[in-house]
C-alpha cells in the first residue's frame, strides 16, 4: 500500500519515513521548497529518497517568502544561543505561518493522486519550539479536513494521518533512526547553516539536535561551524 512521507530532509521526517518503510509501504515523497534559507536540506531530501528506495519523490516550488512573515524565509534573524528555557517560552520567529497546513495539504493532493492510504509526517510535539501546527488537536483536525475535503474519502477509500515521532523525544527520535540505519549524515537540521550547508551549531534546531544525540549517546556525524 502506498503512503506518501512529507520529507524535508530534516532528522525526523528522515526517521519517520523510515518508520513508513519498517511498516511496509510502498513511499511517494514530497519536498516542498518554501524560499527557507535552509534550502541545502532538499538537497538532502533528494539523497534521502534514493537510500530508502522512495517510489516517487516529488519536488515542489511554492515560494512562501512572498508573504514573509518568519526568519526562515529571510525576515528577520534566527536566534542564536538560547537556552532550553527560553526555547519554552512563546513561539519564535522562526515559525512559517501556516506551514504544515500547507504542506498537509499538498501531501493530501499528491496522496488523492497515488492512491495512498496514510500520510507521515515527523511532527513532534515534546522538543519543538511550541509550533501550534505540531499539536495532536491539530493533527486530528487535519484528519477531518482529509475526511471531507476530498474525493477519494467521499468514494470510501480514507486517508490516515500518521505523526510516529509526535510524544517522543528528540533523543528516543535518534534512537529509533539508529535502530532502522538512518543515515543521519545525509539529514540536515539548521535553520541558518553557512554557503557550503555547515550547521550554525547554536539555533534552536541545531541545540536541540545536538541535545539529543548528547543524550542518545551517539556523536552527530554532520559537521558544525562551531560546538
Ligand atoms: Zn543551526
Known amino acids: 500500500m502506498n503512503a506518501v512521507v512529507l520529507a524535508s530532509g530534516g532528522?525526523?521526517?528522515?526517521?519517520?519515513?523510515?518508520?513508513a518503510k519498517e511498516e511496509g509501504w510502498?513511499?511517494?515523497?514530497?519536498?516542498?521548497?518554501y524560499g527557507q534559507r535552509h534550502h541545502v536540506e532538499i538537497a538532502c531530501a533528494k539523497k534521502i529518497a534514493a537510500w530508502i528506495g522512495a517510489k516517487e519523490h516529488k519536488i515542489l516550488h511554492l515560494d512562501l517568502s512572498v508573504f514573509g512573515g518568519s526568519?526562515?524565509?529571510g525576515q528577520g534573524t534566527v536566534p542564536k544561543h538560547r537556552s532550553e528555557k527560553d526555547r519554552k517560552q512563546g513561539i519564535p520567529n522562526t515559525y512559517v505561518p501556516a506551514r504544515n497546513t500547507i504542506f498537509l495539504s499538498l501531501a493530501l493532493a499528491y496522496a488523492e493522486v497515488s492512491k495512498a492510504k496514510s500520510i507521515f509526517i515527523g511532527a513532534n510535539v515534546l522538543d519543538y519550539s511550541g509550533y501550534p501546527?505540531?499539536?495532536?488537536?491539530?493533527?486530528?483536525?487535519?484528519?477531518?479536513?482529509?475526511?471531507?475535503?476530498?474525493?477519494?474519502?467521499?468514494?470510501?477509500?480514507?486517508?490516515?494521518?500518521k505523526a510516529p515521532l509526535l510524544q517522543l523525544s528528540k533523543a528516543q527520535i535518534i534512537q529509533r533512526g539508529i535502530e532502522l540505519g538512518v543515515p543521519f549524515e545525509l539529514t540536515h537540521s539548521c535553520y541558518d547553516?553557512?554557503?557550503?550547508?555547515?550547521?550554525?551549531?547554536?539555533?534552536?534546531?541545531?541545540?536541540?539536535?545536538?541535545e539529543g544525540f548528547r543524550q542518545a549517546g551517539k556523536k552527530d556525524p554532520v559537521s558544525y561551524q562551531v560546538g
Open 11 to 19: 532528522l525526523d521526517s528522515t526517521v519517520a519515513a523510515a518508520i
Open 26 to 33: 510502498a513511499l511517494f515523497l514530497v519536498t516542498v521548497g
Open 71 to 73: 526568519a526562515l524565509v
Open 133 to 161: 501546527d505540531c499539536r495532536p488537536e491539530f493533527l486530528q483536525a487535519f484528519q477531518q479536513v482529509a475526511r471531507l475535503g476530498t474525493k477519494m474519502s467521499v468514494e470510501g477509500s480514507s486517508v490516515e494521518i
Open 193 to 210: 547553516p553557512n554557503e557550503e550547508g555547515v550547521a550554525c551549531g547554536q539555533c534552536d534546531s541545531c541545540l536541540i539536535r545536538l
